[in-house]
């Protein structure tokens, strides 16, 4: 994939334009209209565009990362927060891994089963 086409993907998937791209980021608009076209950004440019896009650079390379998908819509939905909200899950999950009762061998069967109900409930209370 052209880093253009990943480019307007992640744009499109978190409802962005070019342009709050440029306002995000700084990065002048012609060379933001270069890379959706097909420019590849320096190293600074490609920072400042992952942080904006609440990415890896991996994930704006369009490399494959190894990871759960469970990690990735964590990764994803906390990137959406502000950095109040980002402290909150941070301090939520340090709670959880501290209690002893959820251990990374159960965390993705934990998260697919009941406690996935339980932990959407306590979101939504909080």
Known sequence: MRFGDKLNALLGERDMTPADLVRKTGIPKATV???L???QPSWPYAILIANALGVSLDTLAGRSV?????????????????CKGQRRVLDYSQDLVSSGRYSSAEGLEAYE??????????????
């Not at 190894?66 to 502000?82: A, F, G, W, Y």
């Not at 089963?113 to 909080?126: F, M, W, Y």
């Open 33 to 35: 209209s270069r890379y």
């Open 66 to 82: 190894h990871q759960s998908q469970v990690t990735t819509d964590i990764m994803e939905t906390c990137s959406r927060l502000n």
């Open 113 to 126: 089963g009941r406690e996935h109900t339980e932990l959407r409930a306590a979101g939504s209370a909080g």
């Open 37 to 39: 076209r097909d420019g």
